[in-house]
């Protein structure tokens, strides 16, 4: 587990109050730009955060401050932890690779345009994105709108058809019911479409056969051209 700085805003807060270090040593140590340590020094930035002392923390020692305070281009270095902490596993989406995330604006066109009923937060949760760029896409300001294609999240892999169909149905329950012209522009989920019942084929006569009138027909048929020859003689 890679070490980091607890607090760095509030600890750049404590050595600027309390060390000779410059501002780019702190700004280094802390992870912070050089100008907004420079901020905090002239009361412009982190106003009202109390500094964190490092050194009772563990994370650095007298020695090091010294050290840095008798030579401008030390780096800092955190000490060594005492305890060694477990990293907590991440709670939360997978991992998206980078080829996924830039079908995001397409899947989340296609959801907006074939699912209008979805709210912001359900999109964000199928498709893993921030409530910004849904706006954008669906105001079409984000920057790249020209080129997007709308393309169903479940073929990209973005989301399981499950999920999908989960949100449709909620969405679905807190919207009420919808107008025939609304129901026709708006994708039915997967579920509802495998329920549909195939059409009955319509039954003919033909396909029940009276024997009695097939037999009636046949001997009316054969009687016909007696009836003709007796006449002719």
């Keep these: 587990m890679a070490q980091q700085l607890l607090m760095p805003k509030a600890t750049a807060v404590w050595l600027v109050d309390n060390?000779?270090?410059?501002f780019d040593q702190i700004a280094t140590f802390c992870?912070?730009?050089p100008l907004e340590v420079k901020a905090i020094a002239d009361g412009e930035s982190a106003q009202?955060?109390?500094g964190l002392d490092p050194i009772s923390t563990g994370q650095l020692s007298r020695d090091?401050?010294?050290?840095g305070e008798g030579d401008v281009n030390y780096k800092l270095k955190l000490s060594e932890p005492k305890v060694r902490v477990p990293e907590a596993k991440r709670k939360g989406p997978r991992y998206t690779p980078v080829s996924k995330r830039q079908d995001r604006p397409n899947a989340i066109l296609w959801l907006v345009r074939n699912h209008p009923e979805l709210k912001d937060a359900q999109i964000s949760r199928l498709v893993g994105t921030t409530k910004s760029t849904i706006e954008q896409i669906r105001n079409r300001t984000h920057w790249n709108s020209a080129n997007l294609t709308p393309m169903d999240p479940v073929t990209l892999g973005l989301c399981s058809q499950i999920d999908l169909d989960l949100e449709v149905e909620r969405a679905a329950?807190?919207?009420?019911?919808?107008?025939?012209q609304e129901a026709d522009s708006v994708l039915v989920s997967a579920r509802e479409t495998e329920n549909f019942a195939a059409p009955e084929e319509d039954k003919s006569e033909d396909d029940e056969i009276d024997a009695d009138a097939v037999f009636a027909k046949l001997s009316s048929m054969k009687s016909k051209p007696e009836d003709e020859d007796d006449d002719q003689h």
Excluded at 19 to 22: E, N
Excluded at 64 to 67: A, K, L, M, N, S
């Design 19 to 22: 060390t000779a270090l410059s």
């Design 31 to 33: 992870k912070l730009h």
């Design 48 to 50: 009202g955060i109390k």
């Design 64 to 67: 090091e401050i010294g050290r």
């Design 173 to 180: 329950k807190n919207r009420g019911p919808v107008t025939e």
